[in-house]
């Protein structure tokens, strides 16, 4: 775990499948789809991928003009190239931009992140299909991020970076595990004569209580009919 970063250096769908880099077995069938893809970046993609960032989460009706005046204020831009569907001609909701020098790149990198245009909350990172090493795109099941309704999260990019490892310390008690099986087995059956004893004594208690309702019914009426046979000598001594 020495080599732990939150954010990846290499491109892994395994570990980009687990939240803190550590799976070793996929666990949902889009890993196995990137794992088993042989992913090509597409060569007609021109310009200098050090100095191209991406920008997702786009408004549909955000233009290459809006593009440009909001990230111009960052630095000179070279070229800006918003996505667009081959067929339709309509907005993917994401683009490359880049510029004409590195200062520029990483200020909007820093800057830009999570600003609103057009009514929505626009996520920026660096280009990593060209930079990042065994890069997979969502497509092939691959990529960074998602969201939880879709069942298809991703980690170690910088909208969902891994989390922490947790090291549980091990369990030294004989009694959770690393005692004998006679000791376990006693535990067990203690248990079990105490919720019988339990049991038994609320039963014998329920028995019981009718019993002293019956001889307390008994002592009453016993009292009262002593009491009304000394009322009666009163009255005959009086008369």
């Known amino acids: 775990m020495n080599d732990w970063a939150p954010i990846a250096k290499e491109y892994d769908p395994l570990k980009a499948g687990s939240i803190d880099g550590t799976d070793e077995e996929p666990h949902d069938r889009a890993i196995w789809r ?28 955000t233009t290459e003009e809006k593009l440009k005046e909001v990230f111009s204020r960052y630095g000179d831009i070279r ?23 590195e200062r520029a790149l990483l200020k909007a990198h820093r800057d830009a992140n999570r600003l609103v245009i057009d009514q929505h909350e626009i996520f920026v990172d660096f280009e990593l299909e060209r930079t990042l090493k065994g890069w997979i795109p969502r497509r092939l099941g691959g990529g960074f991020g998602g969201k939880k309704e879709s069942g298809q999260l991703r980690f170690g990019g910088r ?22 099986a006679e000791k376990r087995n006693w535990s067990r059956e203690g248990s079990r004569d105490w919720r019988t004893r339990d049991r038994d004594h609320e039963r014998s208690r329920d028995k019981r209580w009718p019993e002293r309702e019956r001889s307390w019914t008994w002592g009453e009426s016993e009292r009262d009919s002593k009491e009304d046979r000394s009322r009666g000598r009163e009255r005959k001594d009086r008369d």
């Open 79 to 101: 070229k800006i190239r918003l996505v667009r569907d081959l067929v339709t001609g309509f907005s993917k909701g994401y683009a490359f931009i880049e510029y004409k020098e």
């Open 34 to 61: 990137a794992m088993l893809a042989r992913y090509v970046p597409n060569k007609g993609v021109t310009g200098d991928p050090h100095l191209t960032l991406f920008v997702a989460r786009l408004n549909l009706q």
């Open 159 to 180: 909208d969902r970076p891994f989390r922490k490892p947790i090291n549980l310390p091990n369990m030294k008690s004989d009694f959770y595990g690393e005692g004998s």
